[in-house]
Nanobody, 123 residues
């Protein structure tokens, strides 16, 4: 059974940093793109970042994340990470790990999802 388990969320003051981790089990995801999405209260789930398996592990970021967040992966550990710096209250959301992410007719999609980890940024 495929499982994605996130960790590293918590409460942080504005301007602070958090590092989210996601470890996958059930299959190896070294050959597929990985990513992160988030969902704020009463809002739709939105794309945050992705990392591909193209040369140099190309990365992709939502405008809200670019310059502040960094996505990385460790294929030996079947894991993906999201380093979040300069956090803002509007970053408050449940963050979801995603495996086999891709772009389709409706934007970013994913084949597998984690259960999410809460990130709360206080002002």
């Amino acid at each position: 059974q495929v499982q994605l388990v996130e960790s590293g969320g918590g409460l942080v003051q504005a301007g602070g940093s958090l590092r989210l981790s996601c470890v996958a089990s059930g299959r190896t995801f070294s050959s597929v793109a990985m990513g992160w999405f988030r969902q704020a209260p009463e809002k739709e789930r939105e794309f945050v970042a992705a990392i591909s398996r193209s040369f140099g592990d190309s990365t992709y970021y939502a405008p809200s994340a670019k310059g502040r967040f960094t996505i990385s992966r460790d294929n030996a550990k079947n894991a993906v990470y999201l380093q979040m710096n300069s956090l803002k209250p509007e970053d408050t959301a449940v963050y979801y790990c995603a495996a086999d992410v891709y772009t389709g007719d409706y934007g970013w999609e994913s084949s597998y999802w984690g259960q999410g980890t809460q990130v709360t940024v206080s002002s």
